[in-house]
């Protein structure tokens, strides 16, 4: 609802919640969940889910829960739940006291299957994988019945006890629904509820050897925590009768599935699996480095919970699998980062600049806006001084004709401080330019001239005595391709893996960066937004590059008007 309680335009699924709302089709209750498997970090897809989960939630004044669907023992760890409960809670949502674990419902779980083995609708199966999946049939072929369907309810109860109890080897056994293997939908040719693995549990232990798959089990999870929409992505579309089939069997609560389609994001994987590699095989740092597409990597890379937010709200959801471009998140980056962020002069590729009529020893301090798009933020001092750094790129000797940088008998600015004009260029044997020589003109301070005089350029710059030296990496995106997935004859994504994703550079900062904390954001001047690494120390400072200044996203849409 708008203020003036107007109706905005809802989404497909805020529209059925607010209908069901409307109709007290759930009493009033809305309760959402976002039900990650602990077996990896979460990414920007993750994000898109939890905004949607949580959004609704706060929206209609319902409660989201936090679920661990941790009925894998073997993928699972309790790093990952503690890496997404900080990513959720970073993102800026609050489950309050709703944190639960489907392993906490695995007793309950077990006691719907012995209901379903009495009623005759589940049996234990001696097939192996292998032979299960034969007996399946295909998309054009029905199934069979296996040897062991028609078992008798004792039998099965006796089989189905000594499971728990361990006497079966991994793999032996498994105890499957009772359904119909002729059935066109292959999810209900008598899928398998729970299968044989002595595993250790990160939460269980060794208390239990069977283990629900993740279709027994997440129906039961949302029917157990009475969730009102079970919002999950389009793949679980053809699941949703068997989910239907098991609880209106065993008569339990039933909530109302809602299928979206999932994000995908150009230049990016998005499977954990992938990332997974990504992180094993020692392509990246680890889950958390700036250019994996986690949540953590995008918080370590600089990237702020409420940009993350507003790219989730724009993108929207609906019913059609899509991959957006990458471009507009870093235009919401962009956008939060404007607002947000501190200016700050840093040179990443120093050259240094000797002032000859400035008087040595000498310095002075000049006042610097801090942010021109919050008049808030104020000024700070930056150090002036008769050596300096600019950017080697922003000085030519024989410039181009649309080069209005620094150049042999030209004048500058300098930001925030002088007209500056080269007048001697100084190189190494090998001819690299290694010093400029330029005069200022003291008339000139806070950079205007009095006599109205114009330059064409004005550069960032650094006191050379005053400056902090920092490691500064340079991001460019991980994979070259916009569908990484696209790749050669026996080759997979990681063969589109971009060898120049990761520059490092020891730049030169204006000092007021020696106090920066662990992810500080700014904008270092005509260069782009930086963020102070995780783990930059005052000693040592470390800076990511979050994203360039050059908005790609801005001149689509403009392309776009322009067509
Ligand atoms: P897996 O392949 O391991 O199942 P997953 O990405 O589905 O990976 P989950 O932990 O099951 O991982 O995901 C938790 C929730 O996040 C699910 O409800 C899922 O629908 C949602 N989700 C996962 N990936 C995306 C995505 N790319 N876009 C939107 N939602 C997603
Ligand atoms: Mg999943």
């Not at 006291?97 to 009623?119: N, P, R, T, W």
């Not at 040719?189 to 283990?211: L, N, S």
């Not at 949302?222 to 969730?227: H, L, P």
């Not at 919401?332 to 404007?338: S, T």
Request: net charge negative.
């Amino acid at each position: 609802m708008q203020e003036d309680g107007s109706q905005v335009n809802l989404d497909f699924v805020r529209a059925i919640v607010a209908a069901d709302s409307k109709s007290n089709k759930w009493d009033g209750r809305v309760v959402t969940r976002f039900p990650p498997e602990p077996n990896g970090y979460l990414h920007i897809g993750h994000a898109k889910s939890i905004c949607l989960n949580f959004g609704i939630a706060a929206e209609f004044g319902g409660v989201c829960h936090l679920r661990f669907d941790d009925t894998n023992p073997e993928k699972e760890e309790q790093e990952y739940v503690n890496s997404i409960i900080e990513d959720v809670r970073w993102l800026g949502w609050d489950w309050g006291e709703h944190l639960y674990y489907g392993s906490d419902y695995f007793e309950q779980m077990y006691e719907y299957a012995v209901q379903l083995i009495k009623a005759g609708k589940a049996y234990v199966c001696d097939l192996t994988a292998e032979q299960i999946r034969e007996y399946r049939g295909t998309l054009t072929e029905p199934g069979r019945d296996g040897p062991d369907r028609n078992r008798s309810v004792e039998e099965n109860l006796d089989l189905f006890e000594k499971m728990r109890k361990g006497e079966f080897p991994d793999g032996s056994r498994t105890l499957r629904a009772k359904i119909d293997m002729a059935h066109p939908n292959l999810n209900m040719r008598d899928p398998v509820m729970y299968r044989i693995v002595h595993a250790e549990h990160h939460r269980t232990g060794d208390k239990w050897c069977i283990y629900p798959m993740y279709d027994w089990a997440h129906g039961l999870e949302d029917s157990v925590e009475k969730i009102t929409h079970s919002i999950c992505t389009l793949e679980f579309e053809n699941h949703r009768p068997l989910y239907d089939w098991f609880l209106d069997e065993l008569g339990a609560y039933h909530p109302q599935q809602i299928e979206f389609a999932r994000l995908n994001l150009t230049y990016t994987v998005m499977s954990k699996r992938k990332l997974l590699r990504l992180v094993q095989e020692g392509y990246v740092e680890g889950w958390d480095d700036p250019r994996m597409p986690t949540v953590s990597g995008m918080r370590r890379r600089g990237y702020s919970p409420e940009a993350i937010r507003e790219f989730c709200r724009r993108i929207g959801v609906n019913k059609f699998n899509s991959t957006v471009d990458m471009a507009l998140l870093e235009h919401c980056l962009r956008e939060d980062l404007n607002k947000t962020s501190r200016r700050v002069m840093a040179v990443l590729r120093p050259l240094k600049v000797v002032i000859d009529n400035y008087p040595e020893g000498q310095s002075e301090e000049l006042e610097a806006v801090n942010n021109p798009e919050d008049p808030q933020a104020g000024t700070r001092k930056v150090p002036f001084s008769r050596e300096l750094y600019i950017e080697q790129e922003d000085f030519m000797e024989e410039p181009p004709k649309k080069f209005f940088r620094l150049a042999p008998g030209r004048e500058v600015r300098l930001r925030y401080a002088y007209f500056v004009t080269c007048t001697d260029v100084v190189k190494d044997e090998a001819g690299n330019i290694v010093e400029l020589h330029c005069t200022y003109d003291p008339a000139t301070r806070g950079g205007d001239a009095p006599d109205g005089r114009k330059v064409k350029a004005t550069l960032h710059w650094v006191s050379a005595a005053d400056a902090v030296e920092a490691e500064v990496r340079l991001y460019e995106s991980l994979f070259t391709k916009e569908n990484p997935d696209e790749a050669g004859e026996g080759e997979d994504f990681t063969a589109n893996i971009n060898p120049d994703s990761l520059e490092t550079v020891t730049a030169h900062l204006e000092p007021s960066l020696a106090g920066a904390e662990p992810l500080d954001r700014f904008q270092f001047e005509r260069l782009g937004y930086f963020c102070a690494d995780a783990g930059s120390r005052a000693g040592k400072p470390v800076f990511n590059r979050t994203v360039t200044l050059r908005d790609a996203w801005a001149k689509i849409q403009k392309g776009q008007k322009n067509t």
